[in-house]
């Protein structure tokens, strides 16, 4: 493990990821509470366990619980939870993601590696972001 | 840690306490957050897309009591710790407190994660 070298003061890539960092988990926090409160609110009390419970708090998808007791699939088949769900997919893919990141520039130094890793990590981002906005925009409808 | 050294096991030894033990986890269940979330989407993908039973394969694993007192161990910890990360970024003033706000971190933590651990556990004996 190595200290990383910061090239210049001022606006760059470690500042933005670090606040970025910040203010994605921050908002995942909240979104998970929006999403906790949403199902509860819209009948999810009973039937709840602590899988389900985490499938509507980071991804409030009605394909997502098919396995569930919920009764009723249609209050969740609206865009406002389809737009819940790709603001959680881009704040947490990406914070995962640039974590990943992080982890590895820990253990590599600054070269050609560290290109190729970043080339790497943007396209698995690139791909897991597109399967998952998929995912959420072809979700069941009413 | 000093680049080029040889330290072997004695690493291991490395005696940066609580807040220490903070980063190894944060650092470790972030990883391994990353891991899960990112087979989970492919599999879930293949599954609805390909047909093949990875996904179904995949969730026997997730599904498990086992893999999700391990999970939710990381997810509640991670969440915690980076919300100590943030408040003491925000007010630079109480990091000569980072010890005690770890403290204060775990005080909040074992109960949270010793509840739905007790209620898990319970539901797994009665085969929920």
């Given at each position: 493990m190595r200290p990383r070298v910061v090239p210049q003061r001022g606006l760059n890539l470690d500042y933005v990821m670090w606040l970025f960092t910040r203010i994605s988990g921050l908002a995942m926090v909240l979104l998970g509470l929006v999403g906790v409160v949403g199902a509860l609110l819209m009948g999810a009390r009973t039937e709840m366990d602590l899988p389900t419970l985490m499938r509507w708090t980071f991804f409030p998808n009605p394909n997502h619980v098919i396995n569930s007791d919920i009764p009723d699939m249609l209050p969740w088949a609206h865009a406002y939870w389809q737009v819940m769900q790709i603001l959680v997919i881009f704040f947490g893919v990406s914070h995962g993601i640039n974590g990943l990141r992080v982890v590895l520039e820990d253990y590599i130094d600054r070269s050609f590696f560290q290109i190729l890793v970043r080339g790497l990590l943007f396209l698995i981002w690139l791909g897991i972001m597109i399967v998952a906005v998929y995912l959420a925009l072809t979700s069941y409808q009413v | 840690m000093a680049f080029g050294k040889r330290i072997g096991l004695s690493g291991l030894k490395y005696k940066g306490g609580g807040t220490m033990l903070a980063w190894l986890f944060h650092r470790i269940g972030g990883v391994a957050m990353v891991i899960f979330i990112g087979t989970h989407i492919l599999a879930s993908f293949s599954n609805q897309?390909?047909?093949?039973d990875l996904g179904a394969q995949l969730n026997l694993i997730y599904t498990s009591t086992r893999f999700q007192a391990v999970l939710y161990f990381f997810v509640l910890f991670h969440t915690i710790n980076g919300l100590r990360i943030i408040l003491l970024d925000l007010w630079p003033q109480f990091l000569k407190y980072q010890r005690e706000a770890t403290w204060v971190q775990w005080a909040l933590f074992i109960p949270l994660y010793g509840m739905v651990l007790y209620f898990m556990i319970v539901n797994s004996l009665a085969g929920g």
């Open positions: - | 897309q390909l047909g093949n």
